[in-house]
C-alpha cells in the first residue's frame, strides 16, 4: 500500500524540453505491450459489443438487436446462470474473507509448527485447478466417495454432494474455498504484520481484552487486506469456470450453471452471437458490482 | 497453563489442516500406486503392490504418448510467454514509473480494466483466425502474454519506483542510450521482482485450463491441463491411471513451490494488494 503514494506527480517543467533532446525513457518502449494488448485484448473487447447484437458465424453476422440480450434474461436455464453466478461469488468471497482472517491470526500468533500450517494452507493455490477438481470429484461420490465413507463411520448419512441439484453449487464453491483460502491467508498475514504492535501496547495499557483486540485494533487496521481479498476473490468468483466444468459442467441440469460456464456451452453449440452476449452480461455485471464494490471499500478505509 | 493451552492449540490445527489439506493430496498419492482394481474402491487405503511405473508408463504412452506432447507443449508456452512478459511488462513499468504524462491515467485505468474484463472469447478467436493465429502455439503465447501483462507491468511498476532516478540519469551523462540505460542497468536492478515474476506467471499459465481449451484446440496441441481433461474419461474405470496423471502434473508446482516459496507469496500479495 505504501507504494500507491507514487501515482501521477506531474514532472517538472523543465524536464520536458530535456527530454525533447533526448528522453531516456522512450515512448517506443510501451509498444510492444500495447500492440499485443490492443489486438488480442482492446479489440476483441470491443468487438464484442456489436457481436453480441448479431446471429453470428464467424464468416457472417446478422444485426438482430437486443434479442440476444432478451433471451439471456428468458430462458430459465440462462437465468438461473445468472443467479448462480452470484450466488458463487458471495459464497466464496464471504467465506474466503472469514476463514483467511481467522487463519491469519492463528498462523500470526504463538502457536507450534507456523511454517508447516502456512505451506499446507498454501500450496492448494498452486495447484492445477482441473487436477483439485477431479480428485474432489471422486472424493464427493455420494456413495463411493471418502468423504460420506468417513461421515457414515460416524453415523451421518452424507449428502449428495455434487448431485442433488440444491447443493451441487455449494459443493463445487467450498472445492473453491478450499483451493483459494491460501492466498486469502497469505495476504491477510501480511495485513496483521503491518499493524504497529504499539496499538496492541496501548490497549492492554488500556486493559482491553483478547475480543477487543480484535474487535477495535487488528479488525479496523486489516480493512486494507480485506478491501483486497474481498475484491480479487469476487471477481475471481464471477469469472469462474474450470473448477464448475471440472466438476460437474454445470450439471445437474442446469444446477451449477453459471454464467462462464453458459458462455462455452453456447460457443460448443455454435451459438457465437448469445455466447458473446453471455461475455458482455459478464463484463456488465463486474463492472457494475465491482467498480461501487472497490470505491466504498477503500473509501472507508480514507475515513480512518 | 496459557502455554499448554497454545500447544494444545496447535495440535489441533495441525490434526484439522492435516484433516482438510493433505488427506486430499496424499489420496491422490495413494491412488496413483494401486492396481487398477484396488483403485476402484477410491478408498483411504494403503497400495497392495508398487504399481506407480506401470501406472506412469500407462499413462504416459496413452493416446499416442500425448503426454509427452503435452508436456513438450506446456513447456515451450510458458517459458515463451513469461519471456516476452518479463521484458515487455518492465519495459512498461519503466516509462510507466519514470515519466509522467497525460496519458498516464488512461495507461492506468487500461491495466486495471485488464486485471478485471473477463476476455471475450468469440471475438478472440475471431481475430485470432483473421491474424491467422487460431489453433497455433504461436497464437496461445500471444494470448497469454496479452492476458498477463497487466499483473506484472503492476509488479515492475511498484519495484521501479522504489529505484532512484539518479541511476538513470548518472548512465545518461556518461553517454549510453536508452537501451543501454534500460537493459543494462535497470533490468539487472529488477531481478528479485523478475524472479517473482517468473515464478507466479509461469504458475498461472502452466495451469491454464480454459484458454487453450478456446484458443488451442486439437490433439496435437493439447497441453497439460487439456490432457488430464480428456483423460477424465478415458480413465473413468482407471483411476489409478486417473490419478497418476493428477500426480504427474502437480509436480511442476510443487518443485516450484519447493524453491520459489518466498518469491510467489511475495508476488502474490504485493500484486494483490495493489490491484
Redesign the interface.
Known amino acids: 500500500?505504501a507504494?500507491?503514494s507514487?501515482g501521477?506527480?506531474?514532472?517538472a517543467p523543465s524536464q520536458r524540453a530535456q527530454?525533447q533532446k533526448?528522453?531516456?525513457?522512450?515512448?517506443w518502449?510501451?509498444l510492444?505491450?500495447?500492440i499485443?494488448?490492443a489486438?488480442?485484448?482492446?479489440?476483441?473487447?470491443f468487438?464484442?459489443l456489436y457481436?453480441s447484437l448479431t446471429r453470428?458465424t464467424?464468416f457472417d453476422s446478422v444485426f438482430i438487436g437486443f434479442d440476444n440480450f432478451a433471451q439471456f434474461f428468458r430462458e430459465p436455464f440462462l437465468v438461473k446462470g445468472l443467479v448462480n453466478t452470484l450466488i458463487y461469488a458471495v459464497v466464496t468471497s464471504g467465506l474466503k474473507v472469514v476463514i483467511g482472517m481467522a487463519l491469519a491470526i492463528?498462523l500470526t500468533?504463538?502457536?507450534?509448527?507456523r511454517g508447516?500450517?502456512r505451506?499446507?494452507?498454501?500450496?492448494?493455490?498452486?495447484?492445477?485447478?482441473?487436477?483439485v477438481g477431479?480428485?474432489?470429484t471422486?472424493?464427493m461420490?455420494p456413495t463411493?466417495?471418502?468423504i460420506n465413507?468417513t461421515l457414515a463411520l460416524f453415523g451421518i448419512a452424507g449428502p449428495g454432494w455434487l448431485v442433488d441439484p440444491r447443493l451441487a453449487l455449494f459443493s463445487v464453491a467450498l472445492v473453491d474455498v478450499?483451493k483459494g483460502v491460501g492466498?486469502a491467508t497469505?495476504?491477510y498475514?501480511?495485513g496483521v504484520v503491518a499493524i504497529p504492535k504499539d496499538y496492541y501496547e496501548a490497549a492492554r495499557i488500556d486493559g482491553a481484552t483478547k475480543w477487543q483486540n480484535f474487535r477495535y485494533v487488528t479488525l479496523p487496521l486489516m480493512r486494507?487486506?480485506t478491501a483486497?481479498v474481498i475484491?480479487?476473490s469476487f471477481?475471481g468468483g464471477?469469472?469462474t469456470?474450470?473448477l464448475i466444468?471440472?466438476m460437474t459442467k454445470g450439471g445437474p441440469g442446469f444446477a451449477s450453471d453459471t454464467i462462464?460456464s453458459v458462455?462455452?456451452k453456447q460457443?460448443q453449440a455454435g451459438f457465437?452471437g448469445l455466447?458473446?452476449a453471455g461475455?458482455?452480461v459478464?463484463?456488465v455485471l463486474?463492472?457494475v458490482l465491482?467498480v461501487p464494490l472497490t470505491m466504498l471499500l477503500n473509501r472507508k478505509q480514507g475515513h480512518e | 497453563m496459557k502455554q499448554r493451552a497454545s500447544l494444545l492449540g496447535g495440535v489441533a490445527a495441525i490434526v484439522a489442516t492435516f484433516v482438510v489439506f493433505v488427506i486430499p493430496f496424499l489420496f491422490i498419492i495413494l491412488m496413483a500406486f494401486k492396481d487398477r482394481q484396488q483403485s476402484a474402491l477410491r478408498d483411504f487405503s494403503w497400495p497392495t503392490g508398487f504399481h506407480l511405473w506401470d501406472n506412469v508408463f500407462e499413462v504416459v504412452k496413452t493416446r499416442n504418448w500425448m503426454m509427452i506432447t503435452a508436456f513438450i507443449n506446456s513447456s515451450i508456452i510458458t517459458v515463451a510467454s513469461v519471456s516476452l512478459l518479463v521484458v515487455f511488462a518492465a519495459m512498461v513499468g519503466f516509462i510507466l514509473a519514470r515519466r509522467k504524462t497525460r496519458w498516464n491515467p488512461l495507461i492506468e485505468f487500461l491495466i486495471l480494466a485488464g486485471l478485471m474484463v473477463p476476455p471475450a472469447v468469440v471475438p478472440t478467436i475471431w481475430v485470432l483466425q483473421g491474424l491467422k493465429l487460431f489453433g497455433t502455439l504461436h497464437g496461445m503465447i500471444l494470448i497469454e502474454v496479452a492476458y498477463n501483462l497487466p499483473f506484472s507491468i503492476i509488479l515492475y511498476r511498484a519495484f521501479i519506483a522504489t529505484i532512484p532516478k539518479d541511476m538513470d540519469e548518472a548512465a545518461i551523462i556518461d553517454g549510453a542510450r536508452p537501451l543501454d540505460v534500460f537493459f543494462r542497468i535497470i533490468l539487472p536492478m529488477l531481478w528479485p521482482v523478475t524472479v517473482t515474476n517468473i515464478v507466479v506467471q509461469s504458475v498461472g499459465i502452466f495451469n491454464d485450463f480454459t484458454n487453450p481449451l478456446y484458443y488451442l484446440p486439437g490433439n496435437a496441441n493439447a497441453t497439460v491441463q487439456l490432457t488430464l481433461f480428456n483423460f477424465q474419461s478415458q480413465f473413468s474405470t482407471a483411476y489409478n491411471l486417473l490419478f497418476t496423471n493428477i500426480l504427474l502434473i502437480t509436480i511442476p508446482p510443487l518443485i516450484v513451490f519447493l524453491f520459489f516459496n518466498r518469491q510467489i507469496v511475495a508476488g502474490m500479495t504485493a500484486g494483490a494488494v495493489k490491484g
Do not use: K
Not at chain 1, 22 to 27: D, E, F, I, K, W
Not at chain 1, 39 to 45: G, I, M, N, Q, Y
Open positions: 500500500m507504494v500507491s507514487m501521477n506527480v506531474a514532472g527530454a533526448r528522453s531516456p525513457y522512450p515512448g518502449f510501451y510492444p505491450a500495447a499485443i494488448y489486438v488480442l485484448f482492446l479489440a476483441p473487447t468487438a464484442s457481436f453470428w464467424l492463528m500468533s504463538q502457536i507450534v509448527a508447516y500450517l505451506s499446507v494452507i498454501f500450496f492448494p493455490v498452486l495447484v492445477s485447478t482441473v487436477g477431479i480428485t474432489f471422486v472424493l461420490h463411493q466417495g471418502m465413507e478450499w492466498l497469505v495476504i498475514i501480511a486494507p487486506a483486497t475484491t480479487l471477481i464471477l469469472r469456470f474450470d466444468w471440472a462462464a458462455i462455452y460457443y457465437y455466447s458473446t461475455n458482455v459478464l463484463f463486474i463492472a465491482v
